[in-house]
């Protein structure tokens, strides 16, 4: 469904060109939530505009590609990174971070769903026809269509996210990309737009990828995920994996700081910063943090590869311990 292949990425800045997504390779398939999960900072934002095909000044696709194909209606599709735009709304649609921002405040929600709407669709019914099968939609995902006289400024917050929801899968695209959809959210509305997320999978049957730093949000509905550190996917598999067997290090301490239910013991954060992309070190980004780091680490860039069937993880560690166990 969306094949990311080897992809760089970097901003371009007066200080020359900050790496953000370094040669990250992995696919995420059809009918499953994907997460992205990882440190404020490390570009999950900056992979997402990636997949979506946003990249515009400062951003450039340095080598690489995304690949999004799958079929809709009977009908086969294809498009990789540069062609991909062609098709938002249609099969790949979008809930940027801080999306309360890409509703215009001041033009009725009506308007907002219509003018997300392909020309091709529009010629096909009339506008009285499309209204009726928005307000149909809105009231399956048990939001009023009164809403659509609203303008986005007298909706709470909550409301604004579900209304962002119900625009970006009207046209039930095949992806939906959705960064930080809970973020800001008090926890009681943070668990209602989770849920409609849930419902809406289930209901399209089509792939929903989910960017949280909250590993909470992760272990209640992705079904896969990837971890990220610094620009780099260090981890990803089966989210039951990540969560009961972490492989690296970093994803380790991500879980590891976690509470649980009835262990009392004093949760550590983990210690030092990410290095800064301007000025990252050589070999694994990660070494300078890692108690576990080797020389080897301090030089060589791990690679990212398949340790257990659908479990992936860049960390020379474990090579040495594959070949301690041979
Ligand atoms: N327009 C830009 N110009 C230069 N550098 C940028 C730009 N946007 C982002 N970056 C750099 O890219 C890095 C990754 O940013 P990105 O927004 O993808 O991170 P993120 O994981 O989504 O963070 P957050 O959790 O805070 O949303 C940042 O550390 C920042 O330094
Ligand atoms: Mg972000």
């Known amino acids: 469904m969306i094949k990311v292949e080897h992809l760089s990425t970097s901003y371009s800045t007066i200080d020359g060109p900050v790496h953000v997504i370094n040669d990250v390779d992995f696919e995420i398939f059809d009918n499953e939530i994907f997460g992205i999960a990882g440190e404020s900072g490390c570009g999950k934002t900056t992979l997402l505009k990636a997949l979506y095909d946003i990249v515009e000044f400062p951003l450039t696709v340095d080598s690489g590609k995304v690949i999004l194909s799958g079929e809709k209606n009977g009908k086969a599709f294809s498009f990789e990174t540069g062609q991909i735009r062609k098709t938002w709304w249609n099969n790949i649609s979008y809930v940027p971070q801080a999306a309360q921002s890409v509703l215009n405040p001041i033009v009725p929600l009506q308007q907002q769903f219509l003018d997300s709407i392909p020309k091709e669709e529009k010629k096909r019914e009339s506008k009285e ?42 046209m039930a695209p095949n992806v939906v990309l959705a960064d930080e959809p809970t973020t800001a959210l008090d ?52 989210t039951e994996d990540i969560f009961e067997n972490p492989i690296h290090p970093y994803t380790q301490m991500l879980v590891g700081a976690l509470p649980r239910v009835g ?61 301690q166990n041979v």
């Open 129 to 170: 026809q499309i209204i009726k099968r928005i307000s149909t939609y809105l009231e399956e995902l048990s939001l009023s269509p009164d809403l659509l006289k609203a303008y986005p400024f007298q909706l709470s917050g909550g409301m604004r996210q579900r209304v962002i929801i119900a625009l970006a899968t009207f």
């Open 263 to 323: 262990d009392k013991s004093q949760k550590k954060g983990i210690p030092g910063r990410p290095p800064a992309l301007t000025n990252p070190p050589p070999g694994c980004r990660f070494a300078p943090r890692c108690p576990k780091a080797t020389d080897q680490c301090r030089k060589e860039v791990p690679k990212f590869r398949e340790v257990m069937p659908g479990h992936f993880a860049a960390c020379h560690l474990l090579s040495r311990e594959v070949v």
């Open 187 to 238: 926890v009681v509305v943070q668990r209602g737009i989770l849920m409609m997320l849930m419902r809406l999978q289930k209901q399209l049957k089509n792939t929903m990828i989910i960017v949280s730093h909250d590993m909470g949000v992760h272990y209640q509905i992705t079904d896969r995920m990837g971890i990220m550190y610094s620009g780099s996917m260090v981890e990803l598999g089966r």
